[in-house]
């Protein structure tokens, strides 16, 4: 019996052996994007919101960009009013969403939202402002006056977006995971005249 036992186990050694050699080729190790600060700024009749985070691609993601395939980013924001009686308000709930491309002929590299872009020489550029982003003004007449809100922010790589075959890729590599997850902060809106900002 002891026999057989030992024999088993190292049989079932020998397989978990195999399994782990074969995880780092589908399952590498993922690369988040680090939240660093939040920012709401009130200007006029108007709010700015801003972040700050850390970026850094896989090998392979960058890889893929060199390659020619387009990289999409989501800047996604919500401003919550919770209430006890009900399900909770959502007055603002926004994406900025910002598109990373690398152009061979030019070697450059290009960063839009919307119809504005800019130009970089260099990766480390792009990733620099892109990991500065900011929403369009959003009109102060959505929020109240004296509320205490929860805001919210997250960065990720919308993986929807990218080429059929890259999608299937981002399904089982987590190379392809870019996502800060929601980050949430207290806001209080002031009156007009303050002109200040909540920071997290």
């Given at each position: 019996?002891?026999?057989?036992?030992t024999?088993?186990?190292r049989?079932?050694?020998?397989?978990?052996?195999a399994?782990?050699?074969?995880?780092?080729?589908?399952?590498p190790?993922?690369e988040?994007?680090?939240?660093?600060?939040?920012?709401?700024e009130?200007?006029?009749?108007?709010?700015?919101?801003?972040?700050?985070f850390?970026?850094?691609?896989?090998?392979?993601?960058e890889?893929?960009?060199?390659?020619?395939?387009?990289?999409?980013?989501?800047?996604?924001?919500?401003?919550i009013?919770?209430?006890?009686?009900?399900?909770?308000?959502?007055?603002v709930?926004?994406v900025?969403?910002?598109?990373?491309?690398?152009?061979?002929?030019?070697?450059?590299?290009?960063?839009?939202?919307?119809?504005?872009?800019?130009?970089?020489?260099?990766?480390?550029?792009?990733?620099?402002l892109?990991?500065?982003?900011?929403?369009?003004?959003?009109?102060?007449?959505?929020?109240?006056?004296?509320?205490?809100?929860?805001?919210a922010?997250?960065?990720?790589l919308?993986?929807?977006?990218?080429?059929?075959?890259?999608?299937?890729?981002?399904?089982?590599?987590?190379?392809w995971t870019?996502?800060?997850d929601?980050?949430?902060?207290?806001?209080?809106?002031?009156?007009?005249?303050?002109?200040?900002?909540?920071?997290?």
């Amino acid at each position: 019996m002891t026999v057989s036992i030992t024999r088993c186990f190292r049989r079932l050694s020998a397989a978990a052996v195999a399994v782990l050699a074969l995880l780092p080729a589908s399952l590498p190790a993922a690369e988040a994007i680090e939240f660093r600060d939040a920012r709401i700024e009130q200007q006029d009749e108007t709010l700015i919101v801003s972040a700050d985070f850390g970026i850094e691609l896989s090998a392979r993601v960058e890889e893929a960009l060199g390659k020619g395939v387009p990289l999409f980013f989501n800047f996604e924001f919500e401003l919550i009013r919770p209430r006890w009686y009900w399900f909770d308000e959502k007055p603002v709930e926004l994406v900025q969403t910002y598109r990373l491309s690398y152009h061979a002929l030019t070697r450059q590299y290009r960063l839009s939202a919307g119809t504005l872009y800019q130009s970089f020489s260099s990766l480390a550029e792009a990733l620099r402002l892109l990991s500065r982003p900011r929403l369009p003004p959003i009109e102060r007449a959505r929020v109240r006056a004296g509320e205490s809100y929860v805001a919210a922010v997250r960065l990720r790589l919308d993986t929807n977006q990218l080429p059929k075959p890259f999608q299937l890729s981002a399904m089982t590599s987590r190379d392809w995971t870019l996502d800060s997850d929601w980050r949430r902060f207290p806001y209080r809106v002031e009156a007009p005249a303050a002109g200040a900002g909540e920071r997290k």
